[in-house]
RNA sequence: GCCGAAGUGGCGAAAUGGCAGACGCGCUACGUUCAGGUCGUAGUGCUCGCAAGUGCGUGUGGGUUCAAAUCCCACCUUCGGCACCA
């Protein structure tokens, strides 16, 4: 705030003050659905309920706004609501640390969020504000669980979580803090719980499809990996020899045609067939192994990585392609959720298997020989393609060919599938936590697993919990929720304590805002299919694989459903970048972190909306800077000072009965106006905020130079030039535009306007700057009418003095002439 | 390690094959003022030159082109994502 300098002519406080209460008194922003215009839904990622607006925020919501308002003045009946991410973790811990009830603390926050959005001048229809910890959102999340449930699309399933025993719970990554619990410092282990989840899997493929939507490239390519789609064949080992219920242990590999190579088998220390398979003498040492495989978090194996422990689990299985025996070994860089969660061993063609095979001393066969290959000691893994050697009939083929060959023979054999196997895994919905929705089932001794009845819900989330800093769910010890009868026989059960991820409620938010206060349905069908889906989406890139991926999955499931008719929400995305100070993230730790309510008390939100979107490219974010925000200031004073009638009628009048009335300034005034609508127009199209603001200082600094030319100012046209800039800057500054546009005359509201229209012609000029050049280098400049031809063009060059010159002991030997732009006299 | 984005004045940046530095910040000088701020006017990439003007200049090195910040190849740096995915 030190930096500031600026004060600003008029009083931006109390001019804004006036008209958001003027706007909001009239339901300027009221939408309707039955608008005959066509629409336009434009999104913005509702904030997390933290408490408080900052600059952030604004960051993402402003320039968006501005946006939404453009789209409106085209003629578009816009929808651009907002509403509250209102369930989480941080409202439970402010429950424990403070004594305040969760959801006393979201409703205080989202109070005071809604004062300050309001504050930032936007277009949102208050009347459609959904906060999603209310039971009328919630029981739709229920309802959709139901759905889900009953498609198969939610099942229960055993998960190794973080678990902290002192505890009694579930902890987040984010809450394991060097292997051990952030809260009571305990160990933490994985441990195998019964948790919710749902079936994204199904949809791998066609989440895969982004074809029919307009995103960036990176977000695409990020979900890409993150499905991670790989083909190869599911073989299986022959494990009839040890007398197992079990027959075989099957294998996902991407590379048969190192089949041959095999010279062990790794399976997941978490994998079910450990036990069976370990050897009596074996016991210990693989009891012990899988053990302390479960012991050791995430950070301890980043601590360890390229380490490759593992031991023997005395078993053997056979190769059916050339009936070897195999060893089989229990080693952690095995992942139990990928694949089959068993990998065969090919250390000659896979890095890991190699340094895992030097560890262990275990054999190294080659099969895809490399060109020029010769015999001997290999330093690292060859993953090329190459020959078949080694490779029984399959030897001589290149490598590529002998991974059909003998996928086909696997088949034939019946040993194996080709298949695909995603990294995409199931998503864990399930939360041992208080503050989120309640899963709609109940366990029943008679009858098993039993969901809720949809005329029950919503399940409520009892009132009078008690958050005790256990870390507990205060659900599981609340016994007026647990205890519950079964819907099914009426005997006493026990209702499911766990709750939903948060991101179940953003997946599906977007098709709330339609119809907010229906309670048939999640949303009304026929509201939904006028406004869904999203025709524009806009919000940080953090959030490129979680929730946009969540919720593309929702839409699809729900088409699957028959309750949509479409299957992507976001047509198109935008990401915003991240704002910064002193050249770090803002944090409360950091003491950097830019609050804008003292702002906007001071300059308005119209110069901190403006310097926003001025101070770079919106998706690359840019650092805040009080210097900059003067900047800004400035321009609205002088912009204050210069569309204020008064001023125009302090200038001297041109006679329009004078024949010079229209002059060449008039002339220039009017192309300068055409070419600026004609920009601003393209750029907030485009997002492209920082260049529309530049364009807008340009014209003004123009117009005000106008103002001061001695024969005196066409003031009809300076008037309509005024008006055409108001309109203009109403998007992004829309309360100095407002009061500029009553001041001047003009019939409330200027948001109702249509904007001003180009016209090509008019914004044509006469007179170009012809740029001459001599092999590349710039010679001359010279002003020539617009409709100047190549011949004339490059014979003035030539004549050109400043040419001549270069030109002496020369022979020209070509000329490039660019109509309207330069001509390049090339010499030798 | 893999995938992706970016590198331009003192600073935020503009220009996406055709005038590098629009617009803004900062700075300098002058004017206004008792003074400071504000405001106004002019200047502001580097180099040599009294000057007209010259040469250089968009991370580094190479290439394509009449012409490259922009396209291609290699490298360096920074940021973001993923990270034993068989």
């Not at 899997?201 to 390519?221: Q, R």
């Not at 895992?356 to 080659?366: G, S, T």
């Not at 819907?487 to 939903?500: K, N, V, W």
């Not at 117009?703 to 009809?716: A, D, F, H, M």
Request: charge should be negative; hydrophobic fraction near 35%; aromatic fraction near 12%.
């Amino acid at each position: 705030m030190t930096m500031r300098t600026t004060e600003l002519t008029y009083n931006a406080r109390e001019i804004e003050k006036k008209w958001r209460g003027r706007w909001e008194g009239d339901k300027l922003y009221k939408v309707r659905d039955d608008d005959p215009r066509p629409k336009w839904y434009e999104l913005t990622m509702y904030p997390y309920t933290s408490g408080d607006i900052h600059i952030g925020h604004w960051y993402a919501m402003a320039p968006s706004d501005a946006h939404a308002r453009f789209r409106r003045m085209q003629g578009y009946n816009v929808l651009h609501p907002m509403g509250f991410d209102a369930f989480g973790l941080p409202a439970e811990n402010a429950a424990i640390k403070r004594g305040i009830h969760p959801y006393t603390w979201t409703m205080n926050n989202i109070q005071n969020m809604r004062r300050q959005l309001r504050s930032m001048g936007t277009v949102y229809d208050w009347d459609r504000e959904i906060v999603c910890c209310l039971p009328e959102y919630y029981k739709w999340n229920q309802w959709f669980f139901l759905k889900f449930y009953e498609a198969g699309l939610a099942y229960r399933a055993k998960a190794p979580a973080n678990w902290c025993s002192s505890c009694q719970t579930v902890l987040a990554n984010e809450q394991v803090v060097d292997g051990k619990c952030e809260r009571c410092s305990t160990s933490v282990y994985r441990r195998d719980l019964e948790q919710w989840f749902f079936r994204i899997t199904k949809y791998a493929n066609e989440l895969l499809d982004v074809s029919k939507i307009d995103w960036p490239e990176k977000i695409k390519i990020m979900q890409n990996n993150w499905i991670g789609r790989s083909e190869g064949v599911e073989i299986s080992f022959d494990l009839s020899h040890l007398g197992l219920e079990e027959q075989e242990i099957s294998t996902f590999t991407t590379r048969i045609d190192t089949i041959y190579g095999v010279t062990f088998v790794v399976i997941a220390p978490e994998h079910p067939l450990v036990e069976k398979l370990t050897a009596r003498e074996h016991k210990t040492e693989v009891e012990a192994y899988v053990q302390q495989a479960r012991h050791q978090t995430e950070v301890e194996r980043l601590s360890t990585e390229g380490e490759k422990t593992g031991v023997f689990t005395g078993s053997y299985c056979v190769n059916r392609l050339n009936g070897e025996p195999v060893p089989i070994l229990v080693a952690d860089y095995v992942l139990l959720t990928y694949g089959t969660g068993v990998v065969m061993g090919v250390p000659a063609h896979d890095q890991r298997d190699f340094e895992f095979a030097k560890k262990h001393n275990l054999p190294i066969r080659i099969v895809v020989a490399p060109p020029g290959w010769q015999e001997g000691d290999m330093p690292q893994a060859y993953v090329g393609e190459g020959t078949q050697v080694n490779s029984g009939p399959f030897n001589g083929l290149p490598s590529s060919e002998g991974k059909e060959r003998i996928a086909e023979h696997v088949e034939r054999m019946g040993w194996g599938k080709r298949t695909v196997s995603y990294r995409l895994r199931d998503w864990l919905i399930s939360r041992q936590r208080y503050w989120g929705t309640p899963i709609p089932i109940i366990y029943c001794d008679e009858c098993g697993t039993v969901p809720v009845p949809e005329e029950d819900l919503p399940v409520l989330l009892p009132e009078d919990a008690e958050f005790r800093p256990t870390g507990e769910s205060p659900l599981t010890y609340n016994q007026g929720f647990v205890n519950t009868a079964c819907p099914r026989c009426g005997r006493p059960a026990r209702s499911e304590t766990d709750t939903m991820d948060t991101f179940v409620d953003s997946s599906w938010y977007l098709l709330r805002y339609a119809s907010p206060q229906y309670d048939k349905g999640p949303f009304d069908p026929q509201v939904v299919r006028k406004w869904l889906p999203v025709d524009q989406y806009t919000g940080g890139a953090e959030h490129a694989v979680m929730h946009l991926l969540y919720a593309r999955f929702f839409t699809k499931a729900l088409q699957d459903l028959g309750l949509l008719d479409f299957d992507e929400p976001f047509l198109r995305l935008y990401n915003q970048g991240h704002i910064i100070a002193q050249r770090h993230k803002m944090s409360k730790s950091r003491g950097n972190v830019i609050t804008p309510d003292p702002y906007v008390e001071e300059v308005g939100a119209d110069v901190v909306r403006c310097y926003l979107m001025f101070l770079g490219p919106w998706d690359q974010g840019g650092e805040w800077s009080d210097q900059g925000l003067n900047g800004i200031a400035r321009w609205m004073n002088r912009v204050w000072e210069m569309c204020q009638p008064e001023t125009l009628e302090s200038k001297g009048d041109k006679d329009p009965n004078d024949s010079a009335f229209w002059d060449a300034w008039d002339v220039t005034v009017t192309r300068t106006l055409h070419q600026t609508i004609r920009r601003v127009t393209t750029d907030l199209e485009k997002f492209k905020f920082n260049t529309a603001i530049a364009t807008l200082m340009e014209y003004s600094n123009h117009l005000r130079r106008v103002l001061e030319v001695p024969e005196g100012v066409n003031k009809p046209l300076f008037r309509d030039c005024i008006k055409s800039f108001l309109l203009l800057l109403a998007p992004c500054a829309p309360h100095i535009a407002e009061e500029m546009w009553e001041r001047n005359g003009y019939p409330y509201s200027i948001h109702n306007q249509h904007m001003p229209q180009w016209d090509d012609a008019l914004a044509m000029d006469e007179v170009i700057t012809l740029v001459v050049q001599v092999n590349g280098k710039v010679r001359d400049r010279l002003q020539v009418p617009a409709s100047i031809t190549a011949e004339e063009a490059k014979s003035l060059a030539l004549e050109s003095p400043r040419v001549k010159t270069q030109l002496t002991n020369a022979k020209v030997a070509n000329m490039v002439y660019v109509p309207g732009r330069l001509v390049n006299v090339v010499v030798k």
